[in-house]
């Protein structure tokens, strides 16, 4: 899941959402590349871009009637 929120002043707010699976490292790789994006994007400098990651355990993510938990 990816949301892309403008607020008033042009600052754009990225939401990313996923399962909790990736790691730290991955996070920073992830939020650099997607902040750069957005910013060529928008023609805005890199550092007026928030991006938030939010991390679900398994068993909070349904997929196709079921619980990631419950494919285990």
């Known amino acids: 899941m990816l949301i892309i929120y403008l607020t008033g002043d042009t600052m754009p707010i990225i939401t990313i959402g996923g399962n909790d699976g990736i790691s730290v490292e991955k996070?920073?790789?992830?939020?650099?590349?997607?902040s750069e994006i957005v910013a060529d994007a928008y023609d805005?400098?890199?550092?007026?871009i928030t991006v938030l990651v939010q991390a679900y355990p398994k068993e909070s993510?349904?997929?196709a009637g079921e619980l990631l938990s419950d494919r285990d």
């Open 61 to 63: 993510i349904g997929v």
């Open 27 to 34: 996070k920073r790789e992830m939020v650099k590349k997607v």
């Open 44 to 48: 805005l400098p890199v550092e007026t």
